[in-house]
């Protein structure tokens, strides 16, 4: 079995939910395939059970609605709604530079949720490497200014859970002479 680096203390520390509590952050990262998404996803749905509302958005994804939703007028809106939640997960944080745009926006959801609200961010770009892929370094100060001084950091080690072994054939081709005879 590969070790992915985890301290066992610490994953049931925060499966009790005191950083809910506290309005305080988890920073998960690790290469592709780690189990970095799947660990974000496992303290999500406890925090649910623990009925905390809960949401989950993956960047790339969030950019485009925010955008969207700038255009359509329905920005305040949706800020508000990501700015209520009790959870927010952001997965695949810096997969991508931001544009001026999106670090603004960014900028005001981690404004309206400091020290109100939590968040799980997964990443496969170390946290030293955020100030650069934000940007702006006025606004990158910012942004981590309201994110990773009250994380809670858990790296993930090893290698892709993805390569484990070959996946046999989805589909079993039951009678391959009728296969053969139809090509």
């Not at 990501?82 to 997965?91: K, W, Y």
């Not at 404004?111 to 934000?134: C, D, F, K």
């Amino acid at each position: 079995m590969v070790t992915r680096g985890l301290d066992r203390r610490q994953i049931l520390s925060l499966g009790q939910g005191g950083w809910l509590k506290a309005h305080e952050q988890i920073i998960l990262t690790g290469q592709t395939g780690t189990g970095k998404t799947w660990l974000a996803c496992a303290f999500a749905h406890q925090a649910a059970r623990m009925d905390y509302s809960v949401a989950y958005a993956r960047m790339p994804r969030l950019f485009e609605d925010l955008a969207t939703a700038r255009l359509d007028g329905r920005f305040p809106k949706l800020i508000d709604k990501l700015a209520r939640v009790q959870l927010l997960v952001l997965d695949d944080w810096g997969t991508h530079s931001l544009t001026d745009q999106q670090r603004l926006d960014l900028l005001e959801l981690f404004e309206e949720r400091y020290q109100r609200r939590s968040t799980i961010i997964t990443a496969q770009l170390p946290v030293s490497g955020w100030h650069q892929m934000i940007g702006e370094p006025t606004i990158a100060d910012a942004i981590l200014d309201r994110i990773i001084h009250n994380a809670h950091r858990i790296e993930l080690k090893g290698d892709s859970m993805r390569r484990k072994s070959p996946k046999p054939e989805l589909t079993q081709n039951e009678n391959a002479e009728i296969i053969s005879q139809d090509q």
